[in-house]
């Protein structure tokens, strides 16, 4: 494969946000008098990847008519605690994209709310390692689409797409990507192309697909 980009997912990839979420949520709860139930991080892990709409269907319907506005709302106010205290960098992350920028643009796909992803590239320090990145929230698109729309902008050929769940993997695949699956993420993966333990193997794992296009 002659790879000329890197397109990364966010939660389960890059990072483990799940804990900063759920104190963020707990406080926009609290605040808006629905004192019923506390996020916990393994609540929020069960939703990571799911569009806003699909995550008020899973957790917030007991709010009835409500529940989208509510959910909404817990998700907008996360940015800035996020912005504040950041979530859980995966180990070796930092220092492999670094390595991995000097050869390859590096972009982020994620379906999250417009804002996140700068929260991350804030929080973490990392944004100069990054060419652009795009989101549900930015453009109203799936992430399928968003990777396509990437790949337009940037007159990517053959981008890889790194993502931890079966999801990830089907957007990649519609939108023409080999897939590498992060196994210590959120998710499974069916036949990805590659697969990575811990992201410090990713370095490895892009190299032996430019030998080839093979599912694992």
């Known amino acids: 494969m002659n790879i ?3 397109i990364l997912d966010l939660d389960g990839t890059l990072w483990d946000s799940c804990r900063v979420v759920a104190e963020s949520w707990g406080e926009t709860l609290r605040r808006l008098g629905c004192t019923d139930w506390e996020p ?35 998700i907008h106010e996360e940015n800035a605690y996020i912005a504040r205290h950041g979530g859980d960098l995966y180990p070796g992350v930092g220092e492999t994209l670094a390595a991995l920028s000097e050869t390859l643009p590096l972009f982020i796909v994620s ?22 990145h795009v989101c549900e929230g930015d453009t109203g698109l799936k992430k399928a689409g968003n990777i396509a729309l990437l790949a337009r902008r940037h007159g990517l050929r053959c ?28 998710g499974g993966a069916e036949r990805p192309d590659a697969v990575i333990a811990s992201f410090s193997e990713l ?11 093979s599912h694992v």
């Open 4 to 6: 000329d980009a890197i």
């Open 40 to 74: 916990r991080p393994e609540t929020v892990k069960s939703i990571m990847g799911m569009t806003a709409e699909e995550i008020a269907a899973a957790l917030f319907s007991q709010y009835g008519a409500k529940s989208r506005e509510i959910c909404r709302q817990c």
């Open 111 to 132: 379906n999250c709310l417009e804002g996140y992803i700068e929260c991350f590239l804030t929080s973490s320090g990392l944004g100069p390692l990054f060419r652009d």
């Open 159 to 186: 981008p890889v797409y790194v993502g931890d769940t079966a999801s990830d993997e089907r957007s990649a695949r519609e939108a023409g990507c080999a897939f590498v699956f992060a196994s210590y993420g959120f």
């Open 203 to 213: 370095p490895a794992a892009i190299d032996a697909l430019k030998g080839g296009f």
